[in-house]
């Protein structure tokens, strides 16, 4: 088992050099694509559902990646005084107006990828840029969700859903409209004057969402947003965020563990290693649009891209899996 | 649009408005049963005290309830042997207010500076832990030489005993704001300064107001030793002036006047901090009506 998958890694690691050869020469759309031309031979046969030459959302000329990981490799300072690789020559770019899920096992460096591109931790090496320029600070046009509660506990609803017009020099009376009109947008019309402990989670992510959404990013990090909710509001979230975003135009860069989520909402699944992150294998989803959340689960193709990418994906779980139960032991 | 929880201003069913307002006479008759065992504990005290002092126990050494009262009247109705007890009162309560309000100011500044900026706080920390182990109280004496018998030497005193109760509270609080709520500020485009105005103040805000009730028995605290190490006027010399007249009734009488400021006192800042914590779960136990 070890050593299949070992030898699994080796030939992902050359596909992946191969393709960042090809990033250099080509526009990296057709790179991607071709790379998985590539990782066909190595997918478990007789799934059609994830054609590689699909025609991701119109790579033309005019579409630059908005966002471009290349090599970005991330080290902190592990709390014994060593250094812990969190991210390792990561690659993964995403073109304007991509719905991108990015799966993986826990603490494999998902979180840290999104700090990466947010401009909140710069890399440790390789490349990351954000609409074109490499990322020096919080670059514009960025929104990002946090996997824990950013809302101010003192703020109301709207209060809270201000602050981002607010700090961006807008009117007192002009941030309150706008942010009147996305509580409401979100569904929390009527709640404008609680405070956040008033609230039940799900409510609470709806803040968050609103108080992103309010700035109107062009990319819009997030970070496993929906997973402490329970499955009822979880699927009525998703459907809520296909709802805002369709019509936006904005990059989605959606972090969960939720294979089924992923593959819900995104046009594309980024699968990542077990720690140090890279990512292993990208699988177009190849769904139709717009998509009914709580229906499109139940459909054939849906399972056969479901049961692809989980091939891939369990490999992992089961590394880290095996890596907990030996520090446990 | 289908929300988590009801919405707001739905029509309550009868049933609960019912075991509402049972709940609410089961906190009422709490209250009065609390408030009458403390009457009678305060009776009793006060009682077996009059008692023993007039038969057991010496009252020119401890004195007695009567007596006090009776000085507490003098002290109203006529006047202090420096003039009327209102002008004691307000001198000291100025002292004190002055000194508490310049010690906050400049506590809360300091500390939510030194608690955001590492450097400052690694050159420094050494410093703060020397003047934080100096015994303050003593400064009254030196500053009664500095600035003289007035209020200013008082005001002084009181400053630095109330600087430092507030400035360790502001440090702590402006450390250890949530990371998380400071980077979601970034993203959403704050400031240097605005992230300090937004974030680190608020949340810095319920440490500080719990440093503020003890300042202000500081300020007072330092206002009555000030006075004691030299005044012309004030509570502290009052006291200080009864024990050079082996005058007990009037020591514990300035005591009572002092405390009973101390509490209007208090009970102002908690009055200030629910209008500042608003936004904060009620905690439990509290006088909340729970079904
Ligand atoms: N600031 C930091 N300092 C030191 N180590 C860190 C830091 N941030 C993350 N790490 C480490 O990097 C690794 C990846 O963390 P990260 O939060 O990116 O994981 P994740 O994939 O988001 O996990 P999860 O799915 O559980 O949220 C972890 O082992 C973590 O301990
Ligand atoms: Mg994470």
């Known amino acids: 088992m070890g050593e299949t998958e070992r030898a699994h890694a080796c030939t992902l690691a050359e596909v992946r050099r191969e393709r960042t050869v090809r990033i250099k020469r080509k526009t990296p759309a057709i790179a991607v694509n071709s790379a998985k031309d590539d990782l066909r031979g190595l997918a478990a046969q007789g799934f059609t559902a994830s054609r590689p030459l699909r025609t991701v959302p119109a790579m033309t000329s005019e579409t630059v990646p908005v966002i471009e990981l290349v090599g970005a490799t991330k080290r902190f300072r592990s709390a014994s005084g060593g250094v812990h690789t969190a991210v390792r020559d990561l690659d993964l770019t995403v073109a304007a107006g991509e719905f991108v899920a990015v799966v993986g096992p826990t603490g494999c460096g998902k979180s840290t990828t999104l700090s990466l591109v947010s401009g909140l931790e710069p890399p440790s090496h390789g490349r990351v840029a954000v609409n074109g320029r490499e990322v020096t600070g919080i670059p514009e046009g960025v929104g990002y969700m946090f996997q824990a509660d950013a809302v101010l506990p003192w703020r109301t609803v709207l209060d809270n859903v201000t602050l981002g017009p607010r700090y961006r020099g807008a009117t007192t009376s002009d941030a309150r409209d706008r942010a009147r009109d996305w509580v409401g947008r979100v569904g929390l019309g009527g709640f404008e004057d609680y405070y956040p402990h008033q609230l039940s989670g799900g409510m609470r992510k709806r803040v968050a969402l609103a108080q992103t959404l309010v700035n109107e990013p062009r990319i819009l990090l997030m970070d496993e947003p929906f997973s402490a909710l329970d499955v009822q509001t979880r699927g009525l979230m998703q459907a809520e965020l296909l709802r805002l975003w369709s019509g936006t135009g904005a990059a989605v860069v959606f972090v969960t563990h939720d294979l089924e989520e992923a593959l819900v909402l995104a046009d594309r699944v980024a699968v990542m290693t077990a720690g140090p992150a890279t990512v292993k294998q990208v699988f177009d989803v190849r769904l139709p649009r717009p998509r009914d959340a709580e229906e499109i689960r139940l459909t054939s193709d849906f399972l056969d891209v479901y049961r692809e990418v989980w091939e891939s994906l369990r490999e992992e779980v089961q590394i880290t899996r095996e890596r907990m139960s030996g520090r446990v032991a | 649009m289908s929300h988590d929880v009801a919405l707001p201003g739905a029509a309550a069913p009868t049933d609960e408005d019912l075991a509402v307002s049972s709940a609410r006479a089961a906190v009422r008759r709490r209250k009065l049963a609390v408030t009458g065992v403390r009457l009678l504990l305060v009776a009793v005290w006060l009682g077996s005290w009059e008692l023993s002092a007039t038969y057991l126990i010496d009252p020119f050494y401890y004195s007695k309830p009567s007596a006090i009262g009776g000085k507490l009247v003098d002290w109203f109705t006529q006047t202090t042997a420096f003039g009327s007890i209102w002008t004691q009162i307000s001198y000291t309560l100025q002292e004190a207010v002055a000194g508490f309000a310049l010690g906050g100011v400049a506590g809360v500044l300091l500390g939510i500076v030194l608690g955001r900026s590492r450097f ?172």
Not at chain 2, 166 to 175: E, H, K, M, T, Y
Request: no cysteine; charged share 10%.
């Open chain 2, 120 to 291: 400052v706080a690694d050159v420094l920390a050494p410093f703060i832990k020397a003047a934080n182990a100096i015994p303050r109280i003593v400064l009254a004496s030196l500053f009664v030489i500095w600035f003289g018998l007035g209020m200013s030497s008082k005001i002084a005193t009181a400053f630095i005993l109330v600087f430092f109760a507030v400035f360790f509270n502001a440090f702590q609080g402006a450390r250890e704001v949530d990371r998380g709520l400071v980077n979601n500020a970034r993203i959403l485009g704050a400031g240097r300064a605005q992230i300090l105005w937004t974030i680190v103040v608020p949340s810095a805000t319920s440490w500080i107001l719990a440093s503020l009730h003890s300042a202000f028995g500081f300020a007072i605290i330092g206002a009555v030793v000030g006075e004691y190490s030299g005044a012309d006027k004030g509570l502290g010399l009052l006291i200080n002036n009864a024990q050079g007249t082996f005058d007990s009734a009037g020591i514990y009488a300035g005591m009572i006047i002092i405390t009973l400021i101390a509490l209007v006192a208090e009970w102002l800042l908690t009055l200030l901090e629910r209008r500042l914590l608003r936004w904060r779960p009620a905690a439990s136990g509290s006088h909340d009506v729970q079904i």
